[in-house]
């Protein structure tokens, strides 16, 4: 009975994991997960001591054969439910990161395309790392990847790899790299918040822990030897990395916040046609948002969409568009009539453009998540480590 909450409480737990955001929390649950973790595996070889005589413990060879066979059938299951099928997009369709695309180009695009020029001492790279904050585009440049040398992409968190029964998570690791092995055509593995389980060692540091560290080197060193498997990892904190891993990638590469011109582009595809915006509050709007992430940007515009359908509950006055709906004007607006919303069919109404006075609005609210702070370490990181990908 114990077991088993204590199996659910490291399943919750797990799935907070992969959900979270926060750098500090995903760290604590971690930690959590690795005590209770620890505390179920020396219940459960207490349980094995305790067991019934000797003769009551006739388990057959075939069972345990077949227990075995089962658990290799789960763990395959679980890599196969991480590729990702029907990803669109190329490296065109991802605004910015000039650098970071040049790089990945150079690192694995040419290579394929031209591998008669790298032979000899001029060999392509295959353990790329790319770091910086939250919402810079890390997983859709991988994705991207993924699309431009036509591969099998597995989308793998820290969570996925994760297992409550002993000596599981290092099995998930190499039986990851042995589907990509055994997979036809070229293969790329992109692990996701990659320092929850390479971080720096400690004294206190867990040995379930430090065998996955132990298994993910070896297929680092190993796995990735072939010319057709790529593995890209990411993180935001990449100098909480164990030393030992930060030396196997053969490339780093820093994905920083946007440019003013990258946000104009993000703003733009996240708003689309329906707006009065000049190029002079385009221009506006890209000062206004020095400092914000990609994903800062998707949700300050998501959050300004609202301010038309608020604006669409309280109106008086309407006029009829081009398509035949109703849409809310000011009274003073010419051939408008007055109204309820209430009072009009639901699918013959719609709402006004999206208004620079609606952005400004949401800017009081929709902040930067990136400190000035967080990027002075990225660029005191990068000038050691690394290399710029904007």
């Known amino acids: ?63 345990f054969s077949q227990s075995r066979s089962t658990r290799n059938e789960s763990r395959k299951s679980a890599i196969e439910q991480t590729i990702v099928v029907g990803h669109s997009g190329k490296f065109d369709d991802v605004v910015g990161l000039n650098e970071a695309k040049i790089s990945l180009n150079e690192a694995i695009v040419m290579p394929l395309l031209y591998p008669h020029l790298f032979t000899g001492n001029r060999r392509p790279w295959n353990r790329i790392l790319m770091y910086g904050p939250p919402g810079t585009g890390k997983s859709r440049l991988a994705h991207a990847l993924a699309n431009e040398i036509q591969s099998t992409f597995y989308s793998v968190s820290s969570a996925d790899l994760m297992s409550s ?79 030992a891993f930060l030396r196997r990638f053969q490339k780093r590469v820093h994905i920083s916040l946007p440019d003013a011109d990258s946000r104009i582009k993000i703003l733009k595809l996240h708003v689309g046609d329906d707006t009065t915006f000049s190029d002079e509050d385009w221009n506006e709007l890209g000062d206004l948002t020095d400092g914000y992430s990609g994903s800062d940007l998707a949700n300050l515009v998501n959050s300004a969409l609202f301010e038309p359908v608020r604006f669409l509950q309280k109106a008086q006055h309407w006029v009829r568009c081009g398509d035949g709906k109703f849409r809310p004007c000011l009274p003073d607006h010419p051939g408008n009539f007055k109204s309820e919303l209430g009072s009009l069919l639901p699918s013959s109404v719609t709402t006004r453009p999206l208004s620079m006075r609606d952005m400004r609005k949401c800017l009081l609210t929709s902040k930067a998540t990136v400190g000035r702070n967080d990027l002075r370490l990225f660029d005191k990181f990068t000038a050691k480590f690394g290399q710029e990908g904007n």
């Open 1 to 63: 009975m114990l077991q088993s909450c204590l199996d659910n409480t490291l399943s919750q737990i797990s799935l907070l994991h992969s959900k979270d955001q926060d750098d500090e929390r995903k760290a604590s649950l971690l930690e959590v997960f690795q005590l209770i973790n620890n505390l179920n595996k020396k219940i459960n070889n207490r349980n094995k001591a305790t067991e019934a005589p000797i003769e009551n413990r006739d388990c057959s060879t075939s069972s």
């Open 165 to 243: 029964l002993f000596g599981e998570s290092e099995k998930m690791v190499r039986e990851l790299f042995h589907h990509a092995r055994s997979s036809s055509g070229r293969c790329v593995i992109f692990i996701d918040e990659i320092d929850s389980l390479c971080r720096r060692r400690s004294e206190t540091e867990d040995e379930s822990v430090r065998r996955i560290k132990t298994e993910l080197l070896h297929q680092m060193d190993g796995g990735v030897s072939e010319d057709e498997i790529f593995l890209l990892c990411a993180t935001n904190c990449p100098w909480e990395l164990d030393p």
